[in-house]
C-alpha cells in the first residue's frame, strides 16, 4: 500500500507546527549555503523517454506497449473529437506502429487521399509523426500517450484560467483546439470571442490578450514550433521526402514584434469598411488574402511545463501537510524561482541561496532572515532528503 512516510513528496517532522523554540534548539542556521528541491524522476510522473524503431528519442508511457484498453480509449477520443476518418487511420497506427502511406491505406482500406488528410490532421495535432526509413520512404506513426492527453485539456485549461484568467483561458484553448496555430490567428480569435461575451474587443485587442499571450510565453506554457531550415536547394535537385524540422531551445520562447501584428489586424479590419468607394475596396481586397505578418512561426502549448507545474503543486501541498504554512511557502517561493531554468527532467531545482529566497519571499509573512535559515535547516535535515545543501561559496 501507499506510504506516506516513504513518498518522494512527503516529509517527516516530530513536531509538524515548528514552532520557534523547536527551531532555535535543534535547527541552528547552517551559514549562507544554496539549497535546491530535490524533484520526482520521470518514472514517478509517468512518463519516461523512450527510444523508437529508429533510434530517436519519443516520449511514450512507462509501458513497453499499450493495452487493449489503452488503444480502444485512443480511438474513441479520436473518434469523438475528429471523426471516423481519423479514428481508422490513428487507431491501426498505434495497434501496428509505423508504416508508409500506401501500406497504411492498404490496411484500413481507405483512398490514399483520405489517409493523407488524417495525417495531416494527426501530425498537426502533434499525435503522430514521421520519420525517413533507411530504405528511402517515409513511415507514419501514431503516438498513444499524446492521445491520452485529450482527457487531460479540461486541467489545461482550468490551470491557465487560474493563473492568467478568462483571457489565458481562451487563448490556450484555442492552441488545444488547433494543435498549432500563429501567434496573430490566435489573437484574433481571442479577442473575437471576448467581443462576442460582451467585452470591448479594440479596448483588449492588443492590450490584455497580447500581454497575456507574452506571460504564457515568458512562463514557458507556449513555445514555438519546429521551423524547416530555409536551404537554398541545388537547381534539378528534388527536395527530400521528409522535412527536418529545427529546433532551437533559445528560439522557442522569442516573440515576434506586435506592433506588426497591429498594424497586419488594423489593415485587415479597414479592408472590409463597406463605406469606402468602390475602386478603393476593390484595390484593397486581396489583403485579405495576403499571409499574416507571423507566416510561417506557429505556437503551440508545452505540456511538459503543465506537468511540472501541477507537481510543484504536489510538492507545495505535501510540505504543508506535514509541517506547516511557513515552510510550503518557502518551496513554493524556491519553485516559483527555478520554474524556467529548471528542466522538467531535472532531478533537483536551481541552487539558490538564503538570500535570493529571502528577497523573493512574499511580504505579507514577516519572516525574518534568521527564521528563514532555520527553516532551511530543518527542512535540509530532514530525512527525506527533499532539500539538498549545496557547498558554500
Known sequence: GFRPETS???????????????????????????????????AESGFVPHLGRRGKPCL???APAMTHLESEICSRLLLAHYG??????GSQLIRTGAQPLRLIATNTGMPIDQVKKALCVLIHHNFGAYSLHK????????????????????????????????????????LLQNGKMHMSSA???????????????????????????????????????????????????RPPPAPTLLTDEKDMYTLPDLSSLAQGKRRHRGSGDSEQPQAKRSRQQPTEHEPPPDDGVYWQ???????????????????GSKLDQTSSEIVRTMLRLSEVTTSSSSSH???????????????????SKQVLDQYLTLLSDDPVSIFRLWPRF
Open 349 to 367: 531545482t536551481q541552487p539558490l541561496s538564503s538570500n535570493e529566497i529571502f528577497r523573493a519571499f512574499p511580504a505579507g509573512y514577516n519572516l
Open 84 to 89: 471516423q476518418i481519423v479514428s481508422t487511420v
Open 187 to 237: 489573437l484574433r480569435r481571442v479577442t473575437e470571442r471576448l467581443h462576442e461575451a460582451g467585452t470591448d474587443s479594440e479596448s483588449v485587442e492588443l492590450g490584455e490578450a497580447g500581454e497575456t499571450f507574452v506571460r504564457l510565453v515568458q512562463t514557458h506554457f507556449l513555445h514555438k514550433c519546429g521551423l524547416v531550415p530555409e536551404a537554398a536547394a541545388a537547381p534539378g535537385t
Open 135 to 174: 530504405r528511402g520512404h517515409v513511415e507514419y506513426e501514431a503516438q498513444g500517450p499524446q492521445v491520452l492527453r485529450l482527457l487531460r485539456f479540461p486541467r489545461y485549461i482550468y490551470c491557465a484560467k487560474t493563473l492568467y484568467g478568462d483571457t489565458g483561458e481562451l487563448i490556450v484553448e484555442e
Open 301 to 319: 502549448v508545452n505540456f511538459e511545463r503543465f506537468h511540472q507545474h501541477f507537481r510543484d503543486q504536489a510538492i507545495v501541498a505535501a510540505v
Open 8 to 42: 518522494p513528496y512527503s516529509l517527516r517532522s516530530t513536531d509538524a507546527a515548528a514552532p520557534a523554540e523547536f527551531l532555535q534548539h535543534f535547527c541552528p542556521p547552517l551559514g549562507e549555503g544554496r539549497y535546491s528541491l530535490a524533484l520526482p524522476g520521470e
Open 60 to 62: 511514450r508511457s512507462s
